[in-house]
Every structure is written in C-alpha cells, then in structure tokens.
Nanobody
Framework: QVQLLESGGGLVQAGGSLRLSCAAS????????MAWYRQAPGKQRELVAI???????NYADSVKGRFTISRDNAKNTVYLQMNSPKPEDTAVYYC??????????????WGQGTQVTVSS
C-alpha cells in the first residue's frame, strides 16, 4: 500500500557532501514524523535525524552541525543533507515514516536502505 523509495547513496570522500532523498507513495492520507536511521556493520540501527510535519527537528549528537534533515510535504519526501561526512558515517541509511493511510490506519514504514560509504 505504501512504499518509501530512497535514493542518493553512494561513495563520498570525507569532507565532501551527499544528499539522500526518500519519497513516499501509495494510499497516503498524511505523513507525521519522518526520520533517517543508519546501521553500520556489526552495530545496531540508530536514529540519525527526525523531523515532524511542522518542521521541528532532532539530531543524533554525532551528526549535529553536519547533517540537515528537511522535508517537502507536497512531495511526501524527506531529505538528509550530509555535509563534512566522516568515515564513521559509513552505514546503510534507512528512511522511516509514520503514515496515516486513507483507510484511517496509521503505521510505521521503512525504506529498503541505501549504502553510504565515506572514504578517508
């Protein structure tokens, strides 16, 4: 019923920049919070950044001042601008969204993940 399609991952040099996008599609009535998580090999999935429908944001301490989360409600899309990435930012990045369907039910959805590799 709902898909989250991520794009923008890849290989980036430390100190460079990269922008991730995640577009939601399907039987969507509204989207509440949207977020980016990441999971590095051998580690647990962790929250990177979250944004409410009204634009309030919160970040993991490790990315504050370097990453920026934003969203376009008209396009049902969330972005993650990654500036000055570090090798320790290397991970699979997942999009997450709390979505209310046309049916009235509300669920949390995940994207398929996009690999981000930061070279030193």
């Amino acid at each position: 019923q709902v898909q989250l399609l991520e794009s923008g991952g890849g290989l980036v040099q430390a100190g460079g920049s990269l922008r991730l996008s995640c577009a939601a599609s399907g039987s969507i009535f509204s989207i509440n919070a949207m977020a980016w998580y990441r999971q590095a090999p051998g580690k647990q999935r962790e929250l990177v950044a979250i944004i409410t429908r009204d634009g309030d944001t919160n970040y993991a301490d490790s990315v504050k001042g370097r990453f920026t989360i934003s969203r376009d409600n008209a396009k049902n899309t969330v972005y993650l601008q990654m500036n000055s990435p570090k090798p320790e930012d290397t991970a699979v990045y997942y999009c997450n969204a709390l979505i209310k369907l046309i049916s009235g039910h509300q669920y949390t959805y995940w994207g398929q993940g996009t690999q981000v590799t930061v070279s030193s």
